[in-house]
Nanobody, 122 residues
Framework: VQLVESGVGLVQAGGSLRLSCAASGFTFSSYIMGWFRQAPGKEREFVSA????????YYADSVKGRCTISRDNIKNMVHLQMDSLKPEDTAVYFC????????????????WGQGTQVTVSS
């Protein structure tokens, strides 16, 4: 199983970026795909997730209205578009795959990527 995140790492406040995650080694379309983030000294927190078919995306309150999650079950990829970025969005962002719909807990996810650093400068 592999989840590999990619995306531009440094953006200015108010800017946008798109994170991508390429998945392999499991039946991608059978898994909920999520994004989590972890800032230095803080716990890993839920950002967004999307159901198997791409409907029913859900978001943390902290990013709602600023993020859009999407998935491509042909290419086995999931994306996170982030707009109106704030310095407090600075964190390592992780892609994850799990089976439990609506869960925002990291413990519900089975597979994880290595993470990609996002830094938002003020």
């Amino acid at each position: 199983v592999q989840l590999v995140e990619s995306g531009v790492g440094l953006v200015q406040a108010g800017g946008s970026l798109r994170l991508s995650c390429a998945a392999s080694g499991f039946t991608f379309s059978s898994y909920i795909m999520g994004w989590f983030r972890q800032a230095p000294g803080k716990e890993r927190e839920f950002v967004s997730a999307i159901s198997w078919g791409g409907s029913n995306p859900y978001y943390a309150d902290s990013v709602k209205g600023r993020c859009t999650i999407s998935r491509d079950n042909i290419k086995n990829m999931v994306h996170l578009q982030m707009d109106s970025l704030k310095p407090e969005d600075t964190a390592v962002y992780f892609c994850a795959a799990g089976k439990k719909i609506w869960s925002t807990s990291w413990s519900s996810y089975d597979y994880w990527g290595q993470g990609t650093q996002v830094t938002v400068s003020s």
